[in-house]
């Protein structure tokens, strides 16, 4: 784990950066993208919300 560490680059290559950025995307990058940011994004607001909606529902009701 350690000698994987010390192998990350500590500085930020800009002309490698700006490579990466003007490669065109994929056929299935953007469907890609979007799943995953409904993944990390909605999904854990949606559960949160349930949750906060349940512990009012057990509170409240009855």
């Known amino acids: 784990m350690r000698k ?3 192998r990350i680059p500590k500085e930020i290559d800009r002309e490698k ?9 994929e056929r299935g990058d953007l469907p890609a993208m979007l799943m ?7 999904l854990p607001i949606v559960l ?9 529902y057990l509170l409240f009701a009855g």
């Open 48 to 56: 949160l919300l349930l949750l906060i909606s349940g512990i009012c």
């Open 17 to 25: 950066e700006e490579q990466i950025k003007q490669e065109p995307l």
């Open 36 to 42: 995953a940011s409904m993944v990390s994004i909605f």
């Open 4 to 6: 994987a560490w010390k």
